[in-house]
Every structure is written in structure tokens, then in C-alpha cells.
């Protein structure tokens, strides 16, 4: 079985610009999460999809950042515009109940 | 403060050492996962426990729900167990909240 697919695997843009990664989740889990992972520090949860509602985007920056999910199955998040900051590994997991199953991730460099 | 804390933050050991990575939360939970990560790879699920032990092969996780502790064990390390293991509290059915993770780093 496939596990959770992202692309691209990694991104180097110069900052201001737009980005956007993509995420198809294994097949029949409902729930989708986007984390940030800064270096040398565990992942934290950007947003969280039930299908193809969002149920916690608190963490979610909201002037630069935004995601879809809207056929409640593979999702992008976009950052517009990226800052310096922005540098990070982004992580999609997708859940059929409690155990999450991670992606590879895509590592993003804001230069 | 954060609420899960991890410890050592690094730790580099020799191949066949036993190794202890420590866990502390402050947050109520419904269950702990361990995870390991490679450099450049994804996040693997080792364990996911709510109470005692668990044990896969070289692997040993144990929880202490009273005293919000656990602690992962390998025993007969060996280089390929090199990784960043992380310990994540599931709050409730789906938020996890992170540690900060442990690098850890075998030596042959």
C-alpha cells in the first residue's frame, strides 16, 4: 500500500515569492494534518482537515498561509508570500483513528 | 515551558550500548507515540502506548501515566539505529502536541 505522498521533495525559492506543496494522504483516511518542522525541533501542527473541513487551523498563519482540501482527499498548502523565516521541513500525515502516518515531507529554503 | 520535554536533546553512544531516551509531559493524554525520523526521511511510528510496556525487537517503551513519564530503550545498539526519535502526547482522539526530539547517533 502507498503510504502518504508529498511533492515536491524539496523547494528553493527566494523570499516574497509564492510556494505551494502538495499532499495525497493513504487512501481512506479522513483525517489530514499539515505541520512545520524547524530544525532541531519536533513538528507542530499547522492545520488539521476532517475530510474536506478544516477543524483547527489555530496555528494556521493566516496572512501568508492558506490550504485546500477540497475534494476531502489530496490537499496543497501555499505560502504567499514566503519569508526568510518560512525555511523549514513541511510534513503531511493523514489518520484513519488515533496512529498518524507521516510523508517524507518537503523541505523548503527561503533564500 | 513546552509541554512534552525531551531528554538528552543529543546523545552519542557506541555500537552495543544500551541507550535511554527520556520523555516528560505536562498535558493530560489519551496515549504517547514514539517516532523515529532519518535524515531526509519521514516519520516512523514505533510505539504507541497509553500504559506498561511495549516491546518491538530491540525496542522498549515504557510509560508511567502517574508520574507523565516514559522512556524508550534499544538495547544492542547498533549504527543504523542513528536517528532523531521523537516523543509525541496525543490529546485526546487526534491533536499530538511534540518534544523537540533526540538525536541520536551510534558509533560503530
Known amino acids: 500500500e502507498a503510504g502518504v505522498v508529498q511533492s515536491p521533495r524539496y523547494k528553493i525559492i527566494e523570499k516574497k515569492q509564492p510556494v505551494a506543496f502538495w499532499c495525497n494522504p493513504i487512501?481512506?483516511?479522513?483525517?489530514l494534518y499539515w505541520y512545520r518542522q524547524n530544525l532541531g525541533q519536533g513538528p507542530e501542527l499547522l492545520i488539521r482537515?476532517?475530510?474536506?473541513?478544516?477543524?483547527?487551523d489555530s496555528q494556521l498563519p493566516k496572512d501568508r498561509f492558506s490550504a485546500e482540501r477540497l475534494k476531502g482527499v489530496d490537499s496543497t498548502l501555499k505560502i504567499q508570500p514566503a519569508e526568510l523565516g518560512d525555511s523549514a521541513v513541511y510534513l503531511c500525515?493523514?489518520?484513519?483513528?488515533?496512529?498518524?502516518?507521516f510523508g517524507p515531507g518537503t523541505r523548503l529554503l527561503v533564500l | 515551558k513546552n509541554e512534552v520535554e525531551q531528554s538528552p536533546q543529543n546523545l552519542t553512544a557506541q555500537e552495543g550500548e544500551f541507550i535511554t531516551i527520556n520523555c516528560s509531559y505536562s498535558?493530560?493524554?489519551?496515549?504517547l507515540h514514539w517516532l523515529q525520523q532519518h535524515p531526509g526521511g519521514g516519520i516512523v511510528s514505533l510505539f504507541m502506548?497509553?500504559?506498561g510496556k511495549k516491546k518491538h525487537g530491540r525496542l522498549i517503551a515504557t510509560i508511567n501515566i502517574q508520574e507523565k513519564h516514559s522512556s524508550l530503550h534499544i538495547t544492542a545498539s547498533h549504527p543504523r539505529d542513528s536517528a532523531v526519535y521523537i516523543c509525541?502526547?496525543?490529546?485526546?482522539?487526534?491533536?499530538?502536541?511534540f518534544g523537540q526530539g533526540t538525536r541520536l547517533t551510534i558509533n560503530p
Open positions: 500525515a493523514s489518520s484513519p483513528g488515533e496512529t498518524q502516518y
Open positions: 487512501s481512506g483516511h479522513n483525517t
Open positions: 482537515y476532517e475530510n474536506e473541513e478544516a477543524v483547527d
Open positions: 498535558v493530560g493524554i489519551s496515549a
Open positions: 502506548l497509553s500504559s
Open positions: 509525541a502526547a496525543l490529546q485526546g482522539a487526534q491533536k499530538l502536541v
